[in-house]
């Protein structure tokens, strides 16, 4: 029993391994992309840049769920896939009915969305001074990051309790956790994915005093920093960043993962 239970404990700290080194790199501000085949490490990107690939990335899926070659041309639709975008990146879908999707192949599609989707977080930047954007951006992905980690080990600790009865069904329950284990985590991953380009996406600067966007002059903070979203903002005494979630933003389902655009 007790070489059962190491071995189910073994697969936990080989995902928690990968999380903490998530955590570490979003901490640093330093990601790194998984080696492709012939590479000894993978390409190392700030915190900006894995934002970016990661809402590039939702995009192709959306697109493929939607109006990708797989689908066949009568299912096509070019509605949903523009609603799907507008709800994804905080866009105004009205936006997005002049460009002519039914006439476009996947990668035309991609230019097209891409464009609104990318201007309106750089609208975002030239609003909010880069020290402070990065550091809240950070501080959203690692509060992401812990709150889903966290749901994962309840899931692990549920699948744990049932899964011995697997093997009155003739299987291995050890194989059978792995294998289910496995699918929990990349459930886990797409929705952090999700979740940081979400709620990134929505992310509004507040106006300072004189009603214009940017940093209101420096004044002593009322109250200490604390850990979380607000920290940085509060950290600089610089600005405060407000972020606006849709109804419903987590119980929506999200587009499949994707390799980043290269």
């Known amino acids: 029993v007790r070489k059962h239970l190491l071995e189910y404990d073994d697969v936990m700290n080989k995902q928690r391994e990968s999380v903490y080194r998530l955590r570490r790199q979003l901490l640093e501000g330093k990601i790194e992309y998984d080696a492709e085949d012939g590479d000894e490490k993978g390409e190392v ?15 192709e899926g959306a697109i493929e769920r939607y109006a990708g070659p797989e689908v066949d041309e009568e299912e096509r639709d070019y509605a949903a896939l523009r609603t799907a975008v507008a709800e994804i990146y905080g866009l105004d879908p009205a936006a997005l009915e002049s460009i002519p999707l039914d006439t476009m192949n996947n990668d035309e599609m991609v230019d097209a969305l891409w464009g609104p989707i990318i201007a309106k977080y750089e609208d975002k930047e030239k609003l909010v001074p880069v020290d402070i954007l990065r550091k809240v951006e950070r501080d959203i992905m690692l509060q992401l990051v812990d709150a889903q980690w966290k749901d994962h080990l309840y899931s692990l600790d549920h699948l744990k309790e049932g899964i011995g009865l697997r093997g009155y069904g003739q299987r291995d329950p050890l194989v059978e956790y792995k294998k289910e284990s496995y699918a929990l985590f990349q459930a886990m991953k797409d929705r952090i994915d999700e979740e940081m380009v979400r ?13 214009q966007g940017g940093a209101p002059a420096r004044r002593p903070s009322p109250e200490p920093p604390r850990r979380g979203w607000g920290a940085g903002a509060r950290e600089f005494g610089l600005l405060q960043i407000v972020v606006h979630l849709l109804d419903g933003v987590r119980e929506r389902p999200f587009a499949p993962r994707f390799q980043r655009r290269g």
Do not use: H
């Open 199 to 211: 709620y990134l996406w929505r992310l509004t600067p507040g106006l300072s005093e004189d009603g």
């Open 45 to 59: 990107v700030d915190t900006r840049e894995y934002l970016i690939g990661l809402a590039e990335a939702m995009l």
